[in-house]
């Protein structure tokens, strides 16, 4: 009956299973001080011996039988006990008594071996190591044990029957449950117990006692060092706070509502649709691990309606609104007795004082292994999202980011093949662009030095292979590659949007915004300490004429130029300064590289190839990618210590205003080189005889095949470098953390620090660890991604593999988010949300910019307005001399500086070339613009208004085609608000008619009129009513 198990057979290593035994005695406290000693003596055995853990009184009264006789069972069975014990590579899996009914223990633990024997053991040593009948498996031993006490257990007094429990039993009963094993832990509060400060102790204790008058159930677990309060909401308090907070819940089945699903089911699931799903099989969800939610009709919880509602649903109330409701509750708390403030509520207010180390809900070890195995696993890449079991989880908010991001990464397939398409275009034509030809089959063409002084002159054909690739990227597939991403993104928007709306219905929050949403405690403590809103926000209000009601806080209008407007100049100024700053920090990356094209003698040849495509462009762009994450670091946290100054009165202002403030400075930040590239380098560089200089230096010039290749290079290293940048940050950085903490825990590399250990023994303690799940932990990811967005939409024409690139990093980035949110971070308090907030309109002003940008990107950086315009003024549609029409000629005799040619083969050389559109010298107007630049500009000038009115008239057919509700569902939320109506109205009906006494009809009569009325009414209405209203 008691087994003997192998130490493999556990999962935790010795020294913390040892740990976690000694915290079982600990917690199931031994009533006197015999029983006291018999566990010290147990505890002691286990630290001497790693390979044996015994779980049963019986073993602690042979221990304390052996040390001092107190039990009486025969010196050659301890001896048999004790050796068989010490058996390496085995450990004792017995029953563990917990004596706490008081009396002779040592008597308990008599009877509980005799009752052992009674069962089969005739002789103690085989019955104490291994069963009897040979049998034993890894864990059973131990609970077998305790079924037969438990069933042989008449004999024994009433107290002794409550003897039995077993380790695993212990765990599996308080993993995260109260101690009576039956109410679950919903939230957790843990402090430092070793804490001594009165005050401290006096906050906790008005604290408690607050959320215990509010309905919560408290239990404290003072095992470890770390003190936990485990914290319970019965159902009555989730009734009354759900109804404030006006939540939807599901309702039981309406009659009517089969018709109104089956019907719009019968549309959504139309001939296409099946069979995509029948092609794409593959991709599909686990039917048995999450299946498919049956659609229900919601309603605001209300308890009045009590019995409308299916309180039986799984998702009546999931855990993240449980979660939700309490973290309102410890919001909304005061922790001062008699001086009841905005600055003495909320929790978050204790913990920053230190009173509390954190408060945070406990992950689902059953839902947590599940969506790590089908959702949190890269090799699950493929598979669709559970997303209604990730609604359950982590809630709304956070299951609206994955929808979007899973959305956003399937929206990048098209537009990335097609930018695949555009690539290999360029592949295929390679040898048909007449610029790249000419250039690699000139040998006269001699270039003017790129600097001043320490540069010699240049051959044409140096640059064959730069202009080859650039024409891969450059082509005539450049504008058809620009008017689909400009479509792309618009179509995206509008049909993510349309997606969301379903997604929104389907859990029960249509209709929900953030009109009545409470104030931040932060917000009511700030204007609590204003000398001018000091007597805004509290009251007391007099109850007859000698009591007085304790003061209630307000939430007092804020007017804005007297106290709004300073705090928000401020840190918008502090912004704009931040963007100087990164600008400035882009104009000297520019200047070193003015300065590299200078310094011949350190680099060597600049005039190459790899230097001037591969070397400088990379050396520049790994500079600006250092910059802009050092950047991004400091101004991060800035932004929040600024948001904080501001008057934001709600959790979703408060958002917004960080959202804005990090996301303006990151447009700037991450985007300005490459518009520097795009727009400006080579575009005002003068000419020989007359350069324009920045510093002292000259401006950068393009190569003679145009900037595009570079401006791709560079948004390559900055897309490519944040993306590992921010994996780094956010996945390995963490990782690296836990695993050497588990290493120095599991080897014990600090045995100075063992009892300042924590030891994790059950969920709370389990999650202790984890990096906390601060309220705007999703903003890092959803700027991520918007940035990303903003790449590909303003400067992907440069590089049509872009959407590529996103698309791969997507697919994983989806699940290292998942895995980062599971298994590092504790587990978010759940909100409720109807869209992605601000990011959307973010990502539209975005998609309006990139309009601009792509056709100033064609008209001033691409060489297609130069092409039109030569082949319709010189007839030359084969464009057989467009390289030498690019290129003006110089004399050598006119530069303003000569350059030191030593030994240079080109010291005789009369006339260089160089790009431009200029007279030559031996024209009346030397060096001036000629008619034919004037015609190219008016035709970039047009190109950008034509493009421009083309693509906003596609994007707004587009958005007028798309609306943000498909009509089938608006169809489905009008005839389900009519059911609801007439069902309401049914139900008041019948309870008018019981409390009056007057109903004679059964409640199979009332359910059957209520059915055929509600059919008759809804065809009425179907034919009728052509509003649409939304609960």
């Not at 990227?473 to 620009?482: E, H, K, P, R």
């Not at 709600?650 to 960080?658: A, G, N, P």
């Amino acid at each position: 009956m008691y087994s003997a198990v192998r130490t493999h057979d556990y999962d935790y290593p010795e020294s913390e299973m040892d740990e976690r035994e000694s915290l079982y005695f600990d917690t199931i406290s031994l009533a006197d001080s015999e029983a006291a000693a018999a566990a010290a003596a147990h505890r002691k055995s286990l630290s001497q011996s790693r390979n044996t853990i015994y779980h049963s009184a019986v073993d602690l009264a042979g221990d304390e039988g052996r040390s001092s006789s107190s039990l009486r069972l025969g010196s050659g069975a301890a001896a048999e006990h004790a050796a068989l014990a010490w058996q390496p590579g085995y450990r004792q899996s017995t029953a563990l008594e917990h004596l706490n009914g008081g009396g002779d223990h040592t008597d308990a633990a008599l009877a509980a071996q005799i009752l052992a024997l009674q069962n089969g053991r005739g002789h103690l040593p085989t019955g104490i190591g291994v069963s009897g009948s040979g049998g034993g498996g890894g864990g059973g031993g131990d609970d077998e044990v305790s079924r037969r006490l438990l069933r042989n257990s008449s004999n024994i007094s009433i107290k002794d029957k409550k003897l039995p429990i077993t380790y695993s039993q212990w765990k599996s009963r308080t993993y995260r449950r109260f101690d009576d094993g039956k109410r679950s832990v919903d939230f957790v509060l843990a402090y430092n117990g070793e804490d001594q400060v009165e005050e401290h102790r006096r906050k906790r204790e008005i604290f408690e006692a607050n959320l215990q008058r509010e309905g919560l159930q408290l239990e404290h677990n003072k095992v470890q060092r770390v003190h936990f309060i485990k914290i319970h909401a019965p159902a009555e308090v989730l009734y009354r706070y759900a109804e404030i907070l006006k939540i939807k819940v599901p309702l039981k089945p309406i009659p009517g509502q089969e018709q109104v699903f089956a019907e719009s089911e019968h549309q959504f699931k139309s001939v296409v649709s099946r069979m995509c799903r029948s092609l794409f099989s593959s991709v599909q969800l686990n039917t048995a691990l999450f299946p498919e939610r049956e659609p229900r009709i919601h309603l605001e919880f209300s308890r009045n309606y009590l019995e409308l509602y299916d309180t039986e649903h799984p998702n009546f109330f999931d855990a993240s609104t449980r979660y939700s409701i309490i973290n309102f509750i410890l919001q909304r708390q005061h922790f001062v007795e008699g001086e009841e403030s905005a600055d003495n509520l909320g929790i978050e207010k204790l913990v920053q004082d230190s009173v509390y180390t954190c408060s945070y809900t406990l992950h689902d070890k059953d839902d947590r292994d599940r969506l790590l195995k089908e959702w949190a696993n890269i090799t699950k890449w493929k598979n669709l999202q559970p997303l209604d079991q990730i609604k359950d989880y982590f809630g709304a908010k956070v299951a609206l980011y994955f929808a979007w991001l899973g959305f956003y990464t399937q929206m990048l397939i098209p537009i990335s093949l097609f930018g695949v398409i555009c690539f290999l275009y360029g592949f295929i034509t390679w040898s048909s662009d007449p610029i790249s030809r000419d250039i690699c089959d000139d040998n006269g063409t001699i270039m003017c030095p790129q600097c001043d002084r320490s540069c010699d002159y240049w051959r044409l054909n140096e640059t064959c292979t730069s202009s080859r690739f650039n024409y891969l990227i450059d082509n005539n597939m450049t504008v058809v590659f620009a008017l689909a991403m400009a479509v792309w993104a618009v179509a995206y928007l509008e049909f993510w949007k349309r997606y969301s709306a379903g997604l929104v219905h389907r859990w029960g929050l249509t209709g929900f915004t953030h009109h009545v949403e409470h104030p931040r405690p932060q917000y009511l403590a700030k204007i609590s300490r204003s000398k001018r809103l000091a007597n805004r926000t509290t009251t007391t209000t007099m109850q007859g004429n000698h009591e007085a009601k304790p003061k209630v806080t307000l939430d007092p209008d804020v007017p804005f130029w007297s106290i709004k407007f300073l705090p928000n100049f401020t840190s918008y100024s502090i912004m704009i300064l931040f963007i100087c700053i990164s600008v400035i920090a882009i104009a000297g990356i520019i200047i070193y590289r003015m300065a590299q094209r200078a310094s011949h003698s350190i680099l060597g040849s600049e005039n190459s190839m790899t230097f001037k495509v591969m070397i400088l462009p990379m050396t520049a762009g790994v500079i600006d990618l250092i910059v802009i994450s050092l950047l991004d670091l400091v101004y991060s946290n800035l932004a929040v210590r600024l948001t904080n100054y501001e008057y934001c009165r709600t959790q979703t202002e408060y958002d917004e205003s960080l959202t804005i403030k990090n996301y303006v400075f990151q447009f700037v930040n991450y985007y300005s080189s490459l518009f520097y590239i795009a727009f400006l380098k080579g575009k005002f560089v003068g000419y020989p005889a007359k350069y324009n200089r920045v510093l002292g230096f000259r401006q950068e010039e393009c190569n003679p095949g145009g900037c595009l290749m570079e401006l791709c290079m560079q948004l390559v290293i900055i897309m490519a470098g944040k993306q590992v940048v921010n994996a780094i940050v956010e996945m390995f950085i963490p990782y690296l953390m836990r695993t050497l903490k588990e290493l120095s825990y599991r080897h014990g590399w600090y045995k100075s620090h063992k009892d300042n250990r924590l030891v994790p023994y059950n969920q709370f303690t389990e999650d202790y660890n984890l990096l906390p799940a601060e309220s705007n932990s999703l903003y890092v990811e959803y700027l991520e991604m918007v940035v990303q967005f903003g790449f590909i939409t303003l400067f992907s024409l440069a590089f049509p593999l872009a959407p590529l690139l996103a698309l791969i990093n997507n697919v994983v980035e989806v699940r290292l988010d998942a895995i980062k949110m599971l298994r590092f971070l504790r587990r978010p308090v759940g909100m409720r949300a109807h869209d992605i907030g601000v990011w959307h309109n973010i990502m539209t002003v975005v998609t309006r910019i990139a309009v601009a940008s792509s056709a100033m990107i064609i008209a001033f950086s691409s060489n297609l307005i130069p092409k039109i315009v030569y082949a319709a003024s010189m007839g030359d549609p084969e464009l057989n001399n467009y390289l030498n029409f690019t290129l003006a000629v110089f004399n050598t005799k006119d530069f303003q500086v000569e350059p030191l040619l030593g030994g240079s083969q080109y010291v005789n050389e009369t006339v260089c070339r160089y790009t431009e559109f200029r007279n030559p010298p031996w024209h009346p107007q030397p060096y001036k613009r000629p008619m034919i630049y004037w015609k190219i500009l008016t035709g970039r000038l047009a190109f950008i208004v034509i493009y421009q009115n083309i693509i906003t008239m596609l994007q707004g057919i587009l958005r007028w085609a798309v609306p943000d509700v498909s009509g089938r569902l608006l169809k489905r939320i009008k005839r389900e608000n009519f059911l609801l109506r007439e069902h309401i109205i049914e139900y008041e009906r019948q309870q008018v008619h019981i409390q009056a006494g007057t109903t004679t009809t059964t409640p199979s009569q009332l359910k059957a009129e209520e059915s055929a009325g509600l059919r008759q009414r809804q065809r009425e209405s179907d034919d009728n009513n052509t509003n649409t209203s939304f609960v």
